[in-house]
């Protein structure tokens, strides 16, 4: 802005002699605009009907399988009809749990710090790119580091094993989506709370995480989600077992042991030549996808009405 | 310029565009105050303020009388806000903002290190542009507050966000909706309820920046009565680019322009006979 001069107006009327203005002809633009458009559609529709077409073949191949004792039950002896994979999803279920345990906590103090306390620094900067090429590694090698760490040295597979590397997974996941959902968060609430002469963590807790708190519980059920349909980071930490997990320590125990799991228990059954282990890998297969979907779909629902701030 | 009617410049012979006496005088109940008599509850001295390495605000100077009501007018981009920020320090938030020099509150340097920063909001409070409620009930933004400086009884607490939101104008139409969310309301409500948010903890001095700014017309005037009560108890600074606005509510007008405060004094005088040729042009209309 410069200082206004004394007696002096801008004109009304531009004082250059002006041509005057040609409309822009919109046929080009229009063509390009409809091949745009056309091409969005077709990549979309390519690829929600991939999509579907792989649930489709799952619900069709899988849903035969899924009684009461495909939940219930031991798999069946090579060979044998029935049985189920009760001792998958009970072992998918803890690896899981343990690795949200461990992992979501500390992955959210992380956001928390990075956007609230560490934010352009040169700490967090460092963190944050730590955390981006985390992400960024394949899960296998997570599996093989967490082998070479914890599996080699301990001298056996284990579920805690396949936890640690689910929660390595996870926490670079977790620590960014909480610093992007309370990089959402205004900073006009930021001031206006701290204005009221409240100290900065207590502003944190009670204002800024409350306002981002349905994307910081989607963030975290995503997060989960994604990782209970990891494979690669089981194939050298858990293993699989054809037991239940019936005790913490001892041979196959969750610290003690191979420890089924429902991934590599798919992986495992798809590829035996017996019709009913490939019956129940499609078993497998739909609920795991069945919770996935599931689960973002009941978010999205949940979590809706968006905005709380 | 609504409100307003036509006098000539002496010097150039130009129409300018004066607030009505009739209007400034109503509200102007302390129009013969003594202005070197009068307790100053905030003085800005020397005051630089450095968003990285550009400068926003040059050697202001500036006295806030205690109860008594002072706008800051310019156009936008002169440092209004930057001003009135730094009294609460709340710039601080921002890594790379400075400021230096002193603002003296209740005889001490706000500004030096070892401030107690809790205390220092409890007593200023500051309303923003923008309302801001917390994402908790209409009550417990009130309490807000209160929970965090006072120990009360759930009576007392009671009382005190009744007396507030009452004090806002906004307990009748809120009576009934204590318990739903705060961003349910209208934003002129909104606004009120940060008012009484702000109000609740019984601060002395209110900043206000903009304050009516994104809200429509009958809540402004809403707000502009409730100004007229508020200043009573409290000290207001109040930021504003409208005019009327400042001449309708304000005892004191600092102008400011590009970071400088070019022309201090009673609003009357500011209004009716700016010292300084940018304070006339700015009132005039002839930039903003
Ligand atoms: N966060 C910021 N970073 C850098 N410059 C800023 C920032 N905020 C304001 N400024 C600059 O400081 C000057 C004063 O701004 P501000 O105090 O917001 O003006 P006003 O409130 O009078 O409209 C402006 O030139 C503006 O561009
Ligand atoms: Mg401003």
Redesign the pocket.
């Known amino acids: 802005m410069s200082a206004p001069q004394s007696g002096e107006r801008r004109p009304a009327t531009p004082s250059l002699a002006l041509a005057a203005l040609r409309p822009r002809s919109h046929g080009r633009r229009k063509a390009l605009d409809a091949f745009i458009k056309g091409f969005a559609y077709v990549a979309a529709t390519v690829g929600i009907a991939v999509m579907l077409l792989i649930v489709y073949e799952v619900v069709r191949r899988g849903a035969a399988t899924i009684d009461w004792g495909f939940f219930t039950e031991l798999p069946p002896v090579v060979g044998e009809e029935g049985g189920g994979l009760g001792n998958a999803l009970l072992g998918t279920l803890v690896i899981t749990a343990v690795a949200a345990a461990l992992a979501l906590p500390v992955g959210f103090l992380g956001g928390v710090w990075l956007a609230e306390f560490g934010r352009n620094g040169r700490i967090a900067t460092g963190v944050r790119m730590v955390a981006n090429v985390n992400m960024g590694i394949p899960s296998i090698v997570v599996g093989v580091f967490i082998f070479a760490l914890l599996v080699k040295p301990l001298q056996h597979y284990s579920g805690v094993a396949g936890s640690i590397a689910l929660a390595f997974i996870m926490l670079p996941v977790m620590a960014r989506t909480t610093e992007d959902m309370l990089n959402l968060v205004p900073n006009e609430l930021r001031e206006s709370a701290l204005a009221m002469g409240v100290p900065r963590w207590r502003v944190t807790l009670g204002v800024i995480i409350r306002a981002a708190r349905s994307g910081l519980i989607t963030g975290a059920v995503l997060a989960t989600v994604r990782v209970a349909g990891e494979t690669a980071p089981l194939l050298f930490t858990a293993l699989s077992s054809p037991y239940w997990l019936n005790s913490l320590f001892g041979p196959e125990g969750f610290f003690g042991g191979p420890t089924a799991n429902l991934t590599k228990t798919v992986y495992d059954f798809s590829g035996m030549p017996y019709a009913r282990m490939q019956e129940l890998a499609w078993g497998g297969a739909l609920v795991i996808i069945a919770a996935v979907l599931g689960l973002n779909v009941l978010m999205r629902l949940v979590f809706q009405r968006g905005k709380e701030w | 310029m609504v409100g307003t009617k036509v006098r000539e410049r002496p010097d150039t012979g130009q129409d300018v565009l004066v607030a009505p006496p009739t209007e400034v005088a109503a509200a102007r109940a302390t129009g013969d105050d003594d202005f070197e008599a009068l307790e100053s509850i905030i003085s800005a001295r020397h005051l630089d303020f450095f968003?990285g390495k550009?400068q926003?605000l040059f050697d202001n100077n500036l006295e806030i009388k205690k109860n008594r009501v002072t706008a800051v007018i310019?156009p936008?981009?002169?440092?209004?806000?930057?001003h009135i920020r730094t009294y609460n320090r709340i710039y601080e938030l921002?890594r790379d903002h400075k400021a230096t020099g002193e603002v003296i509150f209740d005889g001490r340097n706000v500004l030096a290190p070892g401030t107690d920063l809790l205390d220092l909001r409890r007593r200023m409070g500051m309303i923003f542009q923008k309302p801001s409620p917390f994402p908790m009930t209409v009550f417990d933004n009130v309490a807000y507050g209160l929970r965090q400086h006072y120990r009360l009884s759930r009576s007392e607490l009671a009382d005190r966000v009744e007396d507030a939101l009452k004090r806002s104008a906004l307990w009748d139409e809120v009576k009934h909706k204590l318990g739903e969310p705060g961003v349910a309301l209208s934003g002129g409500q909104q606004q009120r309820l940060c008012i009484a948010r702000c109000i609740a903890t019984e601060p002395d001095v209110v900043l206000m920046d903009e304050p009516a700014s994104a809200i429509d017309p009958v809540a402004t005037s809403k707000i502009e009565e409730l100004m007229e009560s508020l200043k009573e108890n409290y000290t207001i600074v109040i930021?504003t680019h409208n005019m009327q606005q400042a001449a309708r509510v304000s005892d004191y007008t600092a102008f400011?322009y590009e970071g400088h405060i070019v022309e201090f004094g009673p609003t009357t005088q500011i209004f009716s006979n700016p010292q300084q040729k940018q304070t006339e042009d700015y009132i005039t209309g002839r930039f903003s």
Request: hydrophobic share 20%; proline share 0%.
């Open positions: 968003y550009e926003a310019g936008s981009g002169c440092g209004k806000s930057t921002y930021v400011f």
